[in-house]
């Protein structure tokens, strides 16, 4: 199995950035893709960005230009740079890896964005 946990979430401001970090245990071998997901009050769970093993970046139209999305598989950590935010990125952040039939998650973080 793996063992997802995030950090990097708090509050800042309109405009701010911020970095989320994802840190993978267990059957790390086994992760092909990675990404993030959000899912803000009242709202649908979204994808912000997904990378795969090679190095393919995948962004959610609400995130291009602002957020990037990297991966060190050395440390079996996923990272999400959070730039240019908007009180519309509120929302619980949630990291995500696929491995051959199953989806393991995070338990997710908290990122409030002011105006």
């Known amino acids: 199995q793996v063992q997802l946990v995030e950090s990097g979430g708090g509050l800042v401001q309109a405009g701010g950035s911020l970095r989320l970090s994802c840190a993978a245990s267990g059957r790390v071998f086994s992760i092909s893709t990675m990404g993030w997901y959000r899912q803000a009050p009242g709202k649908q769970r979204e994808l912000v960005a997904a990378?795969?093993?090679?190095?393919?970046?995948n962004y959610g139209d609400s995130v291009k230009g602002r957020f990037t999305i990297s991966r060190d598989n050395v440390k079996n950590t996923v990272f999400l740079q959070m730039t240019s935010l908007k009180p519309e990125d509120t929302a619980v952040y949630y990291c995500?890896?696929?491995?051959?039939?199953?989806?393991?998650w995070g338990q997710g973080t908290q990122v409030t964005v002011s105006a």
């Open positions: 990378i795969t093993r090679g190095g393919i970046t």
């Open positions: 995500n890896s696929a491995v051959a039939w199953n989806n393991y």
